[in-house]
């Protein structure tokens, strides 16, 4: 069995093997801090520019701040298009119309958003998946030549924690056929039956079929603030946040991004960290990181570079040793 198969085990850095990616790091977590991480990863976007991001459920409180979103658009990726799915539940992104109205509620206004299913779904090859060899994905997703994964970083009721995987995993297929795939049992009455490790593999691979797409024109950047144990799927309903606040993380490696921000979890406090590492592990949701390794998607060793610090190399401890309790 291959280190880290068991989704609920930490695999800590000196047991991992492999090459090293580089992973870029910022703790200014505001529209400024968020640009100047981007320009470190955006040598390879060009052409038409989709960004997925998560516009969130009606009023949701921890999603990225739209001015900073708005601010990254305006100067970096002018012209780009945020991008969506509907969503596999009920609720007020299911359908286009009411996802189309809850984007309008929720203030992302200042650039065009896709909701790339709107008009169905194609099918993207996996190749080297065990559970498929095709995913649904929205059928605009073919209209782009280039893919910023802009990710909230947090935690997961299904997943454990959503990084980069999770973002494109779930947010690129489609709400009907492709959520569908990765979620349910074909026949099954409990439409979230498939869970633990098998569900960060379902998932992981439809991630794969995305990425592949895209070959060296994606990059992802991962926001670790206001890290509720829950997703921004729940809105208002979300539990409170109680892990601190960390930063920004920036790579050209889906797994090396988020295997950092999984690093700079672990490396907080006991006190810090318990919520959310309690969440990833009872989900199993550490699966999502080895299984990236095993489909060759990227590496779980890497450089962390220090940007705030003149691009010094550090390690995960040096990277949280600023953190303070949150404070809501």
Not at 18 to 27: A, K, N, P, Q
Not at 67 to 78: C, F, I
Not at 166 to 180: F, S
Not at 288 to 303: A, T
């Given at each position: ?40 990863v955006a040598g390879n976007i060009s052409g038409k520019v989709a ?127 492709g959520k569908a795939w990765i979620h349910t049992t074909p026949g099954s009455s409990d439409q979230w039956d498939i869970g633990e ?132």
């Amino acid at each position: 069995m291959q280190p880290g198969a068991n989704g609920n085990v930490y695999v800590p850095y000196d047991k991992r093997e492999g090459g090293e990616s580089v992973v870029y790091f910022t703790r200014d977590l505001s529209a400024q801090g968020l640009r100047n991480i981007y320009q470190r990863v955006a040598g390879n976007i060009s052409g038409k520019v989709a960004v997925k991001l998560h516009t969130g459920e009606q009023d949701g409180p921890n999603i990225i701040p739209r001015p900073w979103v708005k601010e990254l658009m305006d100067n970096e990726l002018a012209g780009a298009t945020i991008v969506e799915t509907n969503t596999y539940y009920e609720g007020t992104r299911f359908t286009t119309d009411v996802h189309r109205a809850t984007i309008e509620h929720n203030g992302w206004t200042f650039a065009p958003v896709d909701i790339m299913d709107e008009e169905g779904w194609v099918t993207l090859p996996i190749e080297g998946g065990k559970w498929f060899e095709n995913m649904a994905v929205g059928r605009n997703l073919l209209n782009y030549d280039s893919l910023v994964a802009l990710t909230h970083f947090k935690g997961h009721t299904k997943g454990g924690f959503g990084g980069s995987n999770k973002n494109l995993g779930i947010g690129c297929a489609d709400g009907r056929v492709g959520k569908a795939w990765i979620h349910t049992t074909p026949g099954s009455s409990d439409q979230w039956d498939i869970g633990e490790e098998e569900f960060m593999e379902r998932m992981t691979e439809s991630t794969k079929a995305t990425i592949d797409h895209f070959g060296d024109k994606v990059v992802y950047v991962n926001v670790m603030r206001n890290m509720s144990v829950s997703c921004d799927c729940e809105g208002v309903m979300a539990e409170p946040v109680v892990t601190p606040n960390v930063g920004i993380v920036a790579s050209l490696d889906i797994l090396a991004a988020d295997q950092a921000c999984i690093d700079l979890v672990y490396a907080m406090k006991p006190e810090d960290k318990a919520a959310l590492v309690e969440r990833m592990e009872t989900r199993h949701g550490l699966r999502q990181l080895s299984y990236m390794k095993e489909l060759g998607m990227g590496n779980d060793k890497y450089q962390l570079v220090d940007i705030d610090n003149g691009d010094a190399i550090i390690d995960a401890a040096a990277g949280v040793a600023h953190v303070v309790p949150f404070e809501g």
